[in-house]
């Protein structure tokens, strides 16, 4: 199965930074099928990006996905008080899908 | 909209059977699959399996085969996850949620999970 490795584990910034989370997989992730969730304390996940770089119904615009093969990359441009939260990667390329371990972002 | 809602907390004893619900609304029931994804402190976010509410599909990750069963009623929108023997490691919050499939090698497997439910924690002890 494919192992998802995410960085840095705990990322604290400041409101208005930008934040980088990276996603590496242990092989090619076909088709870029790769999706990010964000999950706030208590709540269940939520659906961010899917395809790698495609935002969910909803999402805003300061959240983008990157990235292709084994190397992909969650972006928060300016970052709110209200994004603190853990966020996790997640591919569908490969049966069985697989999560990473998450990064937890505080602000 | 689009909602998931799943049963509340249960705390049960190694041994013990279990059936948790999640039940959707504001769509068709038969217009996406159902997943179901486990998570705990220590292995996190886990994919359990999938089920299509048009036929009782099921499709299951190899490291829950044979551990739980998944079922749906269509009548009342509702998918199920269960249990016929709890040890104390299926304490977990478990999570269903929509998604929908893709072709990999001939295997059916999930794609995104898109519209979650709001987790069952299921507490197994002796």
């Known amino acids: 199965e494919i192992v998802l490795t995410q960085s840095p584990g705990t990322l604290s910034l400041s409101p208005g930074e930008r934040a980088t989370l990276s996603c590496r997989a242990s092989e090619s992730v076909r088709s870029n099928y790769l999706a990010w969730y964000q999950q706030k304390s208590g709540q269940a996940p939520r659906l961010l990006i899917s395809?790698?770089?495609s935002r969910a119904t909803g999402i805003p615009d300061r959240f983008s996905g990157s990235g292709s093969a084994t190397d992909f990359t969650l972006t928060i441009s300016t970052l709110e008080v209200e994004d603190s939260a853990v966020y996790y990667c997640?591919?569908?390329?490969?049966?069985?899908?697989?999560f990473g371990g998450g990064t937890k972002v505080e602000i | 909209e689009v909602q998931l809602v799943q049963s509340g907390a249960e705390v049960k004893k190694t041994g013990e059977s279990l059936k948790i619900s999640c039940k959707g609304s504001?769509?068709?029931?038969?217009?996406?699959?159902i997943g179901w994804v486990r998570q705990t402190p220590g292995k996190g976010l886990e994919w359990m399996g999938i089920i299509y509410p048009g036929d009782s599909d099921a499709r299951y990750s190899p490291s829950f085969q044979g551990q739980v069963t998944l079922s749906v009623d269509k009548s009342t929108s509702t998918a199920f996850l269960q249990w016929s023997n709890l040890q104390a490691s299926d304490t977990a919050i478990y999570y269903c949620?929509?998604?929908?499939?893709?072709?990999?090698?001939?295997?059916?497997?999930?794609?995104?999970?898109?519209?979650w439910g709001q987790g069952t924690m299921v507490t197994v002890s002796s």
């Open positions: 949620a929509t998604t929908r499939i893709v072709v990999l090698n001939n295997v059916v497997a999930a794609t995104s999970f898109d519209i």
């Open positions: 997640q591919q569908y390329g490969s049966s069985p899908l697989t």
């Open positions: 504001g769509y068709r029931f038969t217009t996406y699959w």
């Open positions: 395809g790698a770089s």
